[in-house]
């Protein structure tokens, strides 16, 4: 049968006959089916995404414009859908969504993609590819494509591409081999801005691949940005040139710590902590401590990372940004808990939950946008997965607050999902639910597989510390084997 056109008479939803005393614009059935919406986003039919607002949204290539248009479609019925609601879905304050609807366009891939998948916007309506997605002009096999090739291999050698393609980047525009140049050329603020361009390029593989695969490219890099400091510039230029050597040893340092190499790591991160303070850029330096305390923590020194936290805080002052506020909080509570102050542990996590709620995305440093909803809510699971180590009633806690920071991030943040997967596999083993763990467990080996980071393989086989209570269980006895097993990926 027939669908009936939508007019007033109609339900916009299904295109139903309205009761004529029916003021709500939807008919009964749509009315239930919608009734949970204050969780997650309606399916959709495809003719949603032609109706012209929401064209014209899309055509102008604003995410903003595309959700207010998509709020305000009469498929919800004579209510526009409340940002609140919305914002729920996208894992942000109503105040940001207020923000994206109104501000300049949204740029960064990561939150576009978030958002788009949240939403269910069709690939063929965006103006961006969405990561793992295919691509129409590439077919998805060929005859030339060996039927045996190694997935494995076939990623490295795509990634391994893609470095080679970021530092013919760098090279094309001078920003690399800055030592074996003759004539230094005069810089100026474009150089800094393709510097910082660069920076985010590889900070992008290392959300996705891990920092085996980037440490050598980004130490050669802020070596070569180090060496700019030579080149002639402006005065004025200076303390923009110092920061961006400062960010570039961070990522250095950062990846450092990711392939397991704690030496490298804490080099770059003293350089990176002068460069920061020399550029008087304290947000920044606060970020350096931030990393610095991160490998305390993954070498188990949490009274020392404890105290790295607390001095960058004091040091920051009134200075600290929301998101950096967040951020040191959260780290602060983890090692809170770690250390057994169940009390200052879950005051620092309200701390860090109330700096994240006052975030203004345009106004936090570029290098801040990595922390999202999902960063925070790990931190939520690392300090009740220490609180379930001392009492087991926490544990259930943790199992939630993973589960719903591996749903918050998105497909490009590979490691942090991964690692979140091995912190959810802990703690289901402390919730006493073996079965469930060692499954979730083996996804996460699989998914680590990919990624050439140490410290992803440190976590994995620190599992084994919280399967005490079912250690004769012989499904979690092989699992055990697996993780001792376990090797990072070759960089």
Not at 114 to 140: R, Y
Not at 160 to 178: D, E, H, K, Q
Not at 228 to 234: A, E, G, M, R, V
């Amino acid at each position: 049968m027939a669908r009936l056109p939508v007019t007033h008479a109609n339900c916009p939803r299904c295109g139903g006959r309205l009761a004529r005393d029916n003021d709500s614009g939807r008919c009964a059935p749509c009315q239930a089916a919608e009734r949970d919406r204050m969780s997650a986003p309606p399916v959709v039919p495809a003719s949603f995404w032609e109706h012209e607002p929401v064209r014209q949204a899309l055509a102008s290539r604003h995410l903003g414009r595309v959700i207010r248009a998509y709020r305000c479609h009469p498929y919800h019925g004579r209510s526009v859908l409340p940002q609140t609601v919305v914002a729920g879905w996208l894992g942000i304050t109503q105040a940001q969504l207020s923000r994206v609807e109104n501000g300049p366009p949204v740029v960064h891939l990561d939150r576009l993609a978030h958002w788009a998948k949240v939403l269910g916007i069709p690939a063929s309506q965006l103006w961006f590819a969405l990561p793992g997605a295919p691509s129409a002009a590439s077919p998805q096999s060929t005859d030339s494509t060996p039927p045996d090739l190694d997935p494995l291999m076939a990623t490295d050698e795509s990634r391994r591409a893609l470095l080679a393609g970021i530092a013919a980047v760098a090279a094309g525009a001078g920003l690399l081999g800055a030592v074996a140049l003759p004539r230094p050329r005069r810089l100026g603020p474009a150089d800094i801005a393709r510097l910082n361009a660069v920076l985010e390029l590889y900070r992008s593989v290392d959300y996705e691949c891990g920092g085996g695969l980037l440490y050598r490219e980004v130490d050669r890099f802020a070596q070569s940005v180090y060496a700019l400091l030579d080149w002639s510039h402006p005065e004025s230029l200076t303390p923009r040139l110092v920061g961006s050597v400062a960010a570039a040893r961070q990522l250095a340092g950062w990846t450092a710590l990711d392939a397991g190499l704690h030496d490298h790591a804490q080099r770059h991160f003293a350089a990176a902590e002068r460069a920061a303070l020399a550029a008087d850029d304290v947000l920044l330096a606060a970020r350096v401590r931030y990393c610095q305390a991160r490998q305390l923590q993954h070498q188990r020194h949490n009274r020392d990372a404890l105290a790295t936290l607390q001095l960058a805080r004091i040091q920051l002052g009134s200075a600290a940004a929301p998101a950096v506020s967040a951020m040191l909080h959260g780290a602060e509570a983890a090692a809170l808990a770690a250390v057994g102050q169940r009390r200052e542990a879950l005051a620092a996590l309200g701390r860090s939950t109330d700096a994240f709620d006052r975030i203004t995305v345009d106004r936090e440093p570029e290098w801040m946008r990595f922390y999202d909803r999902g960063e925070l809510l790990a931190q939520y699971g690392r300090v009740y997965r220490d609180l379930a180590r001392a009492d087991r009633r926490h544990a259930p806690d943790a199992v939630r607050w993973v589960q719903e920071a591996v749903a918050a991030f998105g497909q490009q943040n590979v490691r942090s999902t991964v690692l979140n997967e091995v912190g959810l596999c802990s703690a289901m083993f402390l919730a006493d639910d073996p079965q469930q763990a060692v499954a979730v467990g083996r996804r996460a080996i699989g998914r680590a597989g990919t990624l050439t980071s140490q410290r992803t393989v440190d976590r994995v086989r620190n599992l084994r510390r919280d399967m005490t209570t079912c250690r004769n269980d012989p499904e979690v006895v092989a699992f055990a084997r697996e993780l001792a097993a376990f090797q990072a990926v070759p960089a």
